[in-house]
Every structure is written in C-alpha cells, then in structure tokens.
C-alpha cells in the first residue's frame, strides 16, 4: 500500500475483519417477509446474491455522487430537455401521468477524480435486500456501530419509501389513500431477485394495504378497472424491464396506465427521461446542456458523467477507432444485456451494433474490493449504487463482482453494505489501519 491512496481505499484493499453473516442476513429476510420467503430453496439459486465484505466510501464521494443525482433530476424537469430526449422515445412517453419514478437507480464507479456516473436505471432492483444488508451490518459488526450513527437503518429507510410512494399515488393527483397494490414482473417467482418482491409484499402490508405480487399475463381490464382476478389494483411497483409497455403480454397494464385507471411506478415516461442510455449523450455534453439552458454551476456537475455518443454510420469509423477505450450500450438496455467492452470487442460484435441502437460511453474504470474466497484474499470490482426518488437518496448499496459487469456469480460477489466514512474518520498514513489489520 502507498501513502497517497485514501482511507476508504485501504480499507477497501486491507480491511478483512468487518464482516456480514450471510445467515443472519437470511435470517432477517425471512423475518421481514413473515416467513413466507422460502429461505431454504432460495439460497441454493442465489449463491452470491450477498457479498460478505462491506465496501468503504468517503462522505465527499456521497456527496458528490448525491450532487450528480439532483443535476440530472433537475435537469429533467427543463421543457426544453424533455422536448429533446422525448423525440427518440416511444410514444407512451408522451404521456405525463404525474409520478417521478419509484426507486430510481443511478449507478457509479469510483476513480481518482470522483465518482463517475455510469447508468441510470428505473425500478432498480435490490433495495429491499440491501436495507436488510446494511441492518444485519450494524446489528452484527460493532465496529461499524461505531461508525454508522443510524442504529435503526430499516427503519429509516422504510420511512423514506412509505412516504416515496405515497409521494408517487399523490403526483397522479389521488386523493383517497390506495388500498391494493401489485408488485408486476414478467413471470415474478422466476426472477433472480423474487425475494425482494417478498419484502415489498410484506412492506406494503406492514403499512396497511392489501400486496399481491402479479405476473402481467395474469393482468385484465374490466369496466375500467385494472384487475387480478376479482381484486382490483390501486397501485403498480412495476418491475417490468418492458419499459415501453410494447409486448402483447403487457396490453392490459398499458391499457389501465393510458386511461388512468391504475398510478404506476416507475412508468414509461419516467424510463425516457431518466434512463435511456441515449439521454447521456446530452447529458455529457456541455456545449448541448448550454443550449438546452442548463446553468452553468448544474453544467459543473454533470461534467463527472463520462462523454457519450450516440453510435452512427458517420462516426463508426472513428469510434471503432477508439473503441480500446469505449464501452457501447443499447439505448433500452438493463443489468448489463447486450454490453461490450470495446478491448474485447469482435468483428462480429461490432456489426450486431451498427444494426441496433447503441451509445458508446468513455470507459471509466471501477476500483476495486479485495474479499476473502475460501480463505484467500482475492480482487473483485465494485460499483455503487444510489437508489433514489426525485433527486433524493433512500440508500446507497455496492455491488461486487468479477468480469465485465455485475452478474451476481461471483464467489465472495454480490450486494454489499456500504459504510460511508465521515470527515472525522482518521487520515490515511503509514501507521496501522484504524479499524483492521491485514
């Protein structure tokens, strides 16, 4: 180790002693979801859903990452923004029902000069599973009570989601507080992530509703009422990577949403603002933002997200070009499908993007966690995530993993908590480390 990395940087290569007990974090989501979540089963399908190695981030990089968040947010509500990120989206995302999107998810890799915003997602999936990750944390781990002043962070976080969807029901202008709420996916029980419907189920019910989790085939309209079964649905947690509501399997929910028979969240519109890969074209470009009226001081934040171009015939030559330092994108893309580092890309790879929509984003490479794998110490990259709503942040969780993006097969890979080191944390130096030895 040298002298000039950071506190969190060494804890991050060195710190081996803080750990999260994989079975207590089971043990809480199984508790949290009244003990309907088949534990057992699950487990043996979800190897490396948890990482047991917290990742350490410095307050200034919270921040920072914060900042970047409440810019785009801001940004997204201009007029003229919207009037130009809408004319490559679908139709649907014409339509402004109200909501700013439950459970936005902006995601970032770490580097020397800041944190540097990588994607935007909706309905971002984990946060359930990491609110459990940061309580079995603190519950088990004194040196992170220490560090951590939130001695209740399910709590606080479920709070600030009770009072995000209410947020969501009142922006379609409802009035009378929702009874029935779906949690939608394309056949739910198969998800990687179906625990986490679990939690979501068990919360809203916590807060007094009736939750089903529904597959969308499942989904009818009948007198202008969104049903499952007889039960008529109030709300929508949509977790559909549909985002456009475009496949046949989604015309029931597509026809609730156009004739605001349901609110649901994230929606269509809140995908083409936010979350189009397309969108970081005019979001890192400074001379575009200016013409869109974006102030100078929100141009200064945004100045972190890394330069993207959209892909096209008149500059696939030069991008292929530079492609050694590029990663290309779908426009629509999600949890990392159809994504090429351009050092690795192949001839074949690279005509499948010419024929699609594809943006091509300057690489930043993410830093890295060392996690004990049966004893050894090993290197694994991180990114972390902000999960947020309207520019505000509910929690900040990391993901470990091995290979080109996070893919959860990684031994000692998975969710991690994430410990935020405040200023009064000690300075890096040549002396021991403060919370562990090597």
């Given amino acids: 180790m040298t002298n000039s990395l950071t506190l969190e940087e060494r804890l991050n290569q060195d710190c081996f002693c803080i750990d999260v007990d994989p079975a207590q974090v089971w043990a809480a989501v199984e508790q949290a979801a009244a003990g309907v ?40 509500q201009l007029a003229s923004y919207q009037q130009a990120v809408l004319a490559w989206a679908p139709q649907i995302a014409k339509v402004d029902p109200g909501p700013r999107g439950a459970f936005m998810g902006y995601d970032f890799h770490l580097t020397p000069t800041g ?13 359930f599973l990491n609110a459990l990750l940061a309580q079995a944390q603190v519950a088990c781990c004194p040196e992170v009570r220490a560090l951590v002043p939130a001695a209740d962070p399910l709590a606080d976080f479920e709070s600030a989601v009770w009072r995000m969807f209410a947020a969501e029901w009142s922006l ?32 809203f019910e916590r807060q007094g509703l009736e939750a089903v989790i529904a597959d969308l085939r499942d989904l009818r309209v009948e007198g202008g009422r969104l ?25 029931a ?88 580092r351009g050092d690795k890309l192949t001839r074949g790879a690279w005509a499948g993007i010419l ?13 890295e966690r060392r996690v004990h794998v049966e004893g050894s110490p090993q290197t694994r990259k991180l990114d972390v995530r902000l999960y947020t709503h309207a520019g505000e942040t509910l929690l900040a969780a990391a993901r470990v993993y091995q290979g080109q993006t996070t893919n959860f097969r990684t031994p000692g890979g998975g969710f991690a908590p994430v410990v935020v080191m405040g200023k009064s944390a000690p300075d890096a130096s040549p002396h021991p480390l403060p919370l562990c030895a090597s």
């Fill in 37 to 76: 979540v088949p534990v057992a089963l699950l487990k043996q399908h979800r190897a490396h859903l948890f990482s047991s190695a917290p990742v350490f981030l410095s307050e200034a990089d919270l921040a920072a990452m914060s900042e970047i968040v409440q810019a785009i947010e801001t940004t997204a």
């Fill in 115 to 127: 944190p540097k915003l990588i994607e935007v997602n909706t309905n971002a999936g984990g946060a």
């Fill in 172 to 203: 379609q202008g409802r009035t009378e507080p929702p009874k029935v709420v779906a949690i939608v996916d394309d056949a739910p029980t198969e998800q990687y992530l179906y625990p986490e419907f679990l939690l979501a189920q068990a919360f």
């Fill in 227 to 251: 049903l499952l079964g007889n039960l008529e649905i109030d709300l929508v947690y949509n977790r559909l990577v549909d985002f456009a509501f475009e496949r046949p399997e989604t015309a």
């Fill in 253 to 340: 929910l597509r026809q609730a949403y156009l004739a605001d028979a349901v609110v649901v969240t994230p929606n269509p519109r809140n995908h083409a603002l936010l979350a189009d890969k397309r969108n970081l074209t005019l979001l890192s470009d400074p001379e575009q933002l200016d013409a869109l009226g974006v102030d100078a001081a929100q141009r200064r934040v945004l100045a972190a997200i890394p330069k993207a171009r959209q892909v096209t015939a008149d500059n696939a030559a030069d991008l292929w070009a530079e492609r050694k330092s590029l990663f290309f994108k779908p426009a629509g893309g999600h949890a990392g499908k159809a994504v090429y």
């Fill in 355 to 367: 024929e699609g929509d594809f943006i091509a984003q300057a690489f930043a490479a993410p830093s």
